[in-house]
């Protein structure tokens, strides 16, 4: 089974609908991350959390807004889609040793 | 400001030769640097760890150099193969949290390696 699960895999949603991604980790680290990416600008950081008492928001946190339920389990929601919000989301785990990341396998969203 | 630069175009290379992406950094001191391999669609999986005291590193066909000094990394691929097609990134422990630094990722170089 994979060490890092995101659900849905695919969505396609229409503005102003609210949405949230899910993100499952089995690999016990207390780093968790959220990235978009975009064709030609790369990785850009979302919101990240250190343990689950501990949320900060990154580079492009306008729009979405997260919730850490466990040490296990990120959430990532978009309150009121828009179409710039069509992009791959991933999230992503470290141990915060050196920060070696591990990826889950991606949301491919569609916002119409 | 801080900045990470790859080579936006993609590399085309013929296989069974050596593939070399580059990593250009500035304004910052890194601990080490890692390299990821992506492939469409799919999340990035960590390939390298490089510290900043160590001058090479190598795992099977893949050979990391870091050279603080020109803020420069360069990563090798030898006896390239159709199958190592694929977007690499490249990663520094740019951004400082109070609890620790995370890292900030490169836009990426494609290589096609061409049977």
């Known amino acids: 089974d994979a060490d890092v699960t995101q659900t849905p895999r695919n969505r396609i949603t229409k503005t102003g609908k609210r949405i949230m991604l899910e993100c499952s980790q089995t690999k016990g680290h207390d780093r968790m991350y959220w990235y978009r990416q975009d064709p030609g600008l790369g990785l850009r950081l979302i919101y990240y959390s250190f343990d689950v008492k501990d949320i900060n928001k990154g580079e492009i946190s306008d729009g979405y807004s997260v919730s850490r339920q466990a040490q296990a389990k990120f959430s990532l929601s978009l309150e009121s889609a828009i179409p710039n919000q069509t992009a791959l989301y991933f999230c992503?785990?470290?141990?915060?040793?050196?920060?070696?990341?591990?990826f889950g396998p991606g949301t491919r969203l569609l916002v119409l | 400001s801080q900045k990470i630069e790859q080579n936006s175009e993609a590399l085309n290379i013929q296989e069974g030769k050596t593939a070399t992406l580059t990593c250009n950094y500035t304004n910052y001191s890194p601990a080490y640097l890692q390299w990821y391999r992506q492939d469409p669609g799919r999340g990035p999986v960590f390939l390298l760890l490089?510290?900043?005291?160590?001058k090479e590193k190598r795992k099977e066909r893949l050979k990391v150099t870091f050279d603080t000094t020109l803020k420069k990394s360069l990563f090798h691929i030898t006896a390239s193969q159709p199958a190592d097609s694929a977007t690499y990134l490249c990663?520094?422990?740019?951004?400082?949290?109070?609890?620790?630094?995370?890292?900030?990722f490169g836009g990426g170089t494609r290589l096609m390696v061409k049977p």
């Open positions: 990663a520094l422990d740019m951004v400082s949290h109070n609890a620790g630094n995370m890292l900030t």
């Open positions: 992503a785990t470290s141990d915060g040793l050196v920060e070696t990341q591990y």
């Open positions: 490089i510290r900043e005291n160590e």
